[in-house]
Structure formats: structure tokens, C-alpha cells
């Protein structure tokens, strides 16, 4: 069995708690306890049914303001799958949320609100989606209890999105008409719908292919620890720690040390008492080299066949997370993998109207603006394109001062 | 590209181990939380993953309320001795003693909050930076929104409003001096989860999650075990019942569940088929639906 990752985004009114609430209520991932809370709390629908909204919506402020601020994280499974959902929040400002969810998702689920269409906020959604290249995305347009489970509405709408689409490159698109309150295409087949013949979203959810990078050519394993017991009958035991972050590693192949360049060979792959001849994208791991090179922490492992880039200057997206402006005078923190080292922003190329998808050119980076930056770092970073490998390709920002991270880098292309 | 992809379990395996590693990597001074419950002994078999042949690179500490379930004690100290780790233990009654926490008076006093206190006296005493802990996201709907790198300020406050935003599964457990951080590998995992992962691996339990004949009384619907912290007095009735624990608590504050699940297979069928949840069986979190966050707030785990 595996396990998807998801993220849904949806505006404030498009009933995007309702749709989770739904999406856990009739797929009995609800316990009788959790339910007993639901039948206590006095929020209820119109016509007197429990509000599903309530399950995901978890700290108290958010009770008190009924919208959600921050991503949730759900858990539920079926005979099929696993899900992890990152309940991010459709409110204006937080860009930052969606962003966070999304970089932990491998779908994710589109909420429009059948009687409104493509709205600025599903732009605004669908670009962050393009943006942190999510392999799978799902348009559900919801509410269709509201227009009559009209099948020109959902078709008007799907031609507007798949315009949409086109303009973000993205791959992918499926489209499902749903009423999340009522429970029509959710879990179960609708039948105000008999003109939707594709599947349910949550049967789409359980045979939706999550595809896996295995090949040698991306091999990346960067180093997060040196096991070295020192001991007497270990005294020459040194095992690199990691977790293989795309692609494929076996014994005998030819690794290089990036960025020092070394190279040397795989004698030995284990975890604890197993031993592998292969190990693969998502696997924690502990590696043994034929050389004694220099190789600690901070450092990536990959196959001398094909060498990432190694660069210190660095085209990126960046989407700025914090309500201090960006300095370019600052010298901030730069986190890629295992390694952290000092970096500054060098020139801001451009911002993105993440309404219009215009680009605009201003002095100032402020909280949820996203765009194109060159980044300069004290020590070479050895990075792949984030639109080809996201392992690999992304990249946070922290200030130094606060301690926060402010940042989230979308590597881009090497600027030297 | 192929369209296989790890197993859920090996998945998360290997994310846990990875998070580990990570504060292996980022910390100064970090330590375990180790409760004796089955999460905390999950956690101890993936840095055994993480780390062996080498020592771990944190100590174990084991907060003791002094009202244990005496199998867990047991329990602890055959596996520190089984592991050769080094384990520190917090004591409440310490903490008692030292006027720094007041005895709960009452029928239904209970030292669980005074947890906190102890915890973080010791993480004080110690220095800690980082406490790896077993809380997971499916728990509770506050824990829902934690993050894996979760930073408490000096006084062990979390702030839900101020978290820092947790990209992809890059970690920043940069703090200031005073600030630490609490880590939660197992964030991912579900009740369910840690249960196949433990026949999996075939890791032992103490025996209190296993169903057996104990003296047990009703209090406020939930079935306690009769002990002598629960004050109990002639309202209490006395049955002997077949019961297990799906937590490991104080005494006082975990409720037991009559079932015939001497095996972990039976476990599995009976949570599986299960209509309440872990924490329902948690007295702790009943006092009112905001009762974890709250706790949270204050720097409990």
C-alpha cells in the first residue's frame, strides 16, 4: 500500500473543509468519540445536519474567526491507499500556507465554487501549484446542488480552467463535478449527475499513479550524518547517513562527492541489521566507500555518470514568508539538503501578479510575494532544477537575526 | 520513472529515520523523551535504524510522575540495559518536594499536568536544545497543525500563530539561546500505523497493552485501574475485569478498555474494527475540545 500526499485549496466560501469533512465523513474515517465532539459542538448546517467543516477546522482562534489559518494536516485510509491531506487555508494572505502544503503534496484538489467559475483565487491557487510542480491536479467544481447539476455549467467551467492550464503548463488536470455538502461524486457516484461518467474523487484518489524518480542518472543522497562507533572491534566502521533523495544507488557503482568532487565506489548499503545491492528515492540508508574520502555532513553523494550543477550564484523563484521585508543588503542563511550556508539576495529580477500572472517590477519584497531572483551563496550549492527534480531543486531562506525561515526557493538555472 | 513507490511503512520508516538524522545533524544537546508508551518505544527502534552500529547521540529521559504503571518501569530499565544508552529520569515528586509543583487534591487529582513542570526543569538542568518526542498529527486536532520542528520559547510555550512554515523536508532548528525545540518524527503516522509497524518489526511491549485480568473501578464512564494514587473510597467498586491499555499514562489518567486481545494481531483486528479513538481513553483531553491546545500552550509534550 502507498501513501498520496494531497493539498486542497479553495476560496473562503467554496466549501473546501466541507469537501475534507465529507471526503473522511463517508469514507468512515470518523471515530465515534470525534463524532460524539461534531454532534455536541452547536454549529450546525441550514437544514440542521451536522457542519463537516468543523473536523478540520482545530484551534480555537480559528473557531472563533470560523475561517482557517494554518495548514492541518488529516489522516485516513482506505483498503487501497493512505492519505496525508495538507489542509491549507484560501484566505488572501496566506500564500505562505499554501506554499508550505503544497511542497509536501504530490496532488492537489482545486476547489471552484460552481456558480462563480474561475475566480482570481483559483488563479492564484493554480499558480502556486505550477509553481511548486505538483505532479497531479484535480479540479473539483463544487456546489453543483447550487446550479441544478447542470452539465453546461461544469463544461463552461472546465473550457475556462483548461485555458488556465495551458498558460501554467500544467500537466495532469482532472475534472470531477461535486457537491461536497450533499455527498454527490465525493466518495459515493452521484445520481443527480448520470451525465458524469468518470470516477469519484475518492476513487480517483486510490488509482491516481504517483510517479517515482528511480533512475541512476539522479542519484542523490545527501550526507546528514557520519556513524563512526570508535569502538574497538568497529575501530574502522565509517557508514554515510542519508536519505536517498531521487533516484537509484548500488553497490559497485562510481559516486562523486559534491561539491569537493571526489569520487569512489559503493561497497556496502545497509540499515541496521539489512544490507541492500539497491536502494532507492525515499529510502534512509547508511552507505560504505571503498576510498577513505573526505565526506561529512552537508555534502551530496551522486552517480559520477551525471553530476548535478555546482554553483555559488543562482537564478530562483522565490516566495517571500515573513512580514519583514526582504534586505538585499542582509546576509541571510541558505538551507538546500543537508547544507546551510550564508547567501544574499542579489538583484530582484521581477515579482509575479499572482492574479493576473503579470510580471511586475518593483524595488520591495514583501509577506506572499513571489518572484525571480539571482541569489548569491558563500559556498557552491550542488542543486538540480526544481522543475526536474524537486529533491533536489528546492531550497529555504532563514534570517539570521530571528531564526525564522522567510523563504521558500525554487531553483531555477545556475547565473554564473 | 517507475511507478513503484516505497511501501507506507517503509516510507515512513524512512521519513522518521530521516528526521532523526536531522537532529542528530542540527542539535548541540538533544534527548528523547521516553515514556515507556508505545510511540516513545517505537522511536527508540528507528534511532536504533538511524544510528547503529554507533551510540545514539542523545540520551533517553523519562519523566516519572512516581505513578507509573509498574510494568512500564520495569519495562524501561530492561531496555536501557538491553541498549547501553544512557537514560535520565525527571522525577514530579522532585518537583513536589521542591515547592516548584502543587499536588492536585481531590478524587480525581492527577499528576499529569505537573509534567510539565518537571520536563522542563530538566531540560533546564540539562541544557537540552531538542526533544524528540512520539506525539503524532492523527491524535488530536491541535497536534494536527504542529510542526515536525516545533520551537518552544524559554518558558516552553507553543505558539500555533507563530510557527515556522516547514518546506518540503528541509528542517530549520535554528533557536536562540534559552529556546528549544521540540521534534516529533512520527508526526505522520497514525495509531494504526505504529501498531503494524511494531508486528512488523517484532518489537517488544510492556505487558499492560496486552489484555489481562486486573482490579479495576468505573470513574466518571471510564474503567481506571485500581490503584492506591486514585483515592479511591467506598463509592469505588472493585471489579476484576479483562482489560488492556491502548495508552500509557499516569495511573490516574488512563483508562483501560475491557477486551480479550492477548495478541498483537487481536490488537490490530480490535483497532482496526475500533469506534473510539486513542485519546478518547484519555481522560486528559476530555475537559473541554481545547484542552490539548491549551496544554500545548503551556509546553506540555
Partial sequence: MEILKFITAGSVDDGKSTLIGRLLYDSESILADQLEALQRSNRKNDDGTIDLAILTDGLKAEREQGITIDVAYKYF??????????DAPGHIQYTRNMVTGASNSNLAIILIDARKGVVEQTIRHSFLVSLLSLPQVVVCINKMDMVDYAETTFTQIVDQYKALALKLNLQNVTYIPVSALKGDNIVHESYNMTWYNGKSLLEHL????IPVDDSSAHARLPIQWVVRPQTEELHDYRGYAGRISSGSFKVNDQVTVLPSGFSSTITKIELLDKQYTEAVAGQSVTVHLADN??????DILVNSAAHPQVSQ?????LCWMDTRVLDTSLTYLIQHNSKVTRCRVQEILYKFNINTLDKVYEEDFKLNDIGRIIIKTADPLAFDLYQDNKANGGAILIDSRTNVTVGALMLRASAE | MSKQSLDYLDELEAEAIYILREVAGQFEKPALLFSGGKDSITLVRLAEKAFRP???PFPLVHIDTGHNFPETIQYRDDMVARLGEKLIIGHVQDSIDQGKAIEQKGKNASRN??????????IAQHGFDACIGGARRDEEKARAKERIFSVRDEFGQWDPKRQRPELWNLYNGKIHKGENVRVFPISNWTELDVW???RRENIALPSIYFAHERDCITRNGQLMAAAEF???DEEDVINRKNVRFRTVGDMTCTAAVESDAFLIDDIINEISASKISERGARMDDKVSEAAMEDRKKGGYF
Avoid: H, P
Wanted: glycine share 4%; net charge negative.
Fill in chain 1, 77 to 86: 485510509q482506505t483498503d487501497k491507499r493512505k492519505f496525508i491531506i495538507a
Fill in chain 2, 113 to 122: 499536568a505537573l509534567q510539565t513542570v518537571t520536563l522542563l526543569d530538566t
Fill in chain 2, 54 to 56: 554507533g551510540k545514539f
Fill in chain 1, 313 to 317: 550564484q543562482i537564478e530562483a523563484d
Fill in chain 1, 206 to 209: 486510490e488509482t491516481v499513479e
Fill in chain 2, 230 to 232: 486514585l483515592n479511591m
Fill in chain 2, 196 to 198: 503494524n509497524y511494531i
Fill in chain 1, 293 to 298: 574520502i573526505d565526506l561529512s555532513r552537508g
